[in-house]
């Protein structure tokens, strides 16, 4: 047994090749840009379906307010078409509530103070009509809002349905 061993085979041994370094940074390169083009696909559907969370939540709080109008009337629902859009009249105890759907916009209106404020942005179709249901007219709300960029194959739609106390 030898107590020093041969130098050609200590540096076999302990040597890496500039062609081994090379290999190795091309398998780190595609493994980092593999691992960065599915970040980025991650991170792009994760905020699709954060604005599409938005949108959801803010058609549902929509929904909810036309909801309690209608279960809120006093007298009859008065829908008409005006030249800009659809117009839902609502009467109610604290006074008239109006919305007006104009191109991609709806708006809630205080019909006495004259007050108007945004529901609903980037509406593609909003249709509010009555609905006769076993003795009961039902008024149906039917929505349908443009989706986010992301998320162009999914339509966004729903379907609210209430009934007045006057019907």
Not at 59 to 87: C, F, H, Q
Not at 115 to 129: A, G, N
Not at 140 to 146: G, P
């Amino acid at each position: 047994m030898k107590l020093f061993p041969h130098k050609d085979s200590v540096r076999k041994r302990t040597g890496m090749t500039l062609l081994e370094c090379l290999v190795y940074i091309a398998v780190f390169a595609i493994l980092m840009g593999v691992g960065t083009a599915a970040f980025y696909f991650c991170w792009d559907h994760t905020r699709a379906t954060v604005s599409t969370a938005t949108v959801v939540e803010s058609a549902l709080r929509a929904g909810e307010t036309w909801r309690a109008d209608v279960r809120a009337a006093t007298g009859k629902i008065i829908m008409s078409e005006a030249a800009d859009g659809e117009v839902i009249e609502i009467p109610g105890h604290a006074g008239k509530v109006i919305y007006r759907y104009r191109g991609d916009e709806l708006y809630r209106e205080n019909g006495d103070t004259g007050r108007s404020r945004l529901v609903l942005e980037k509406v593609v179709h909003s249709t509010m009509q009555t609905e006769a249901r076993a003795g009961v007219t039902a008024w149906r709300w039917e929505l349908e809002l443009k989706p986010p960029r992301q998320m162009r194959d999914f339509p966004v739609r729903f379907t609210f349905l209430s009934v007045s106390p006057e019907s």
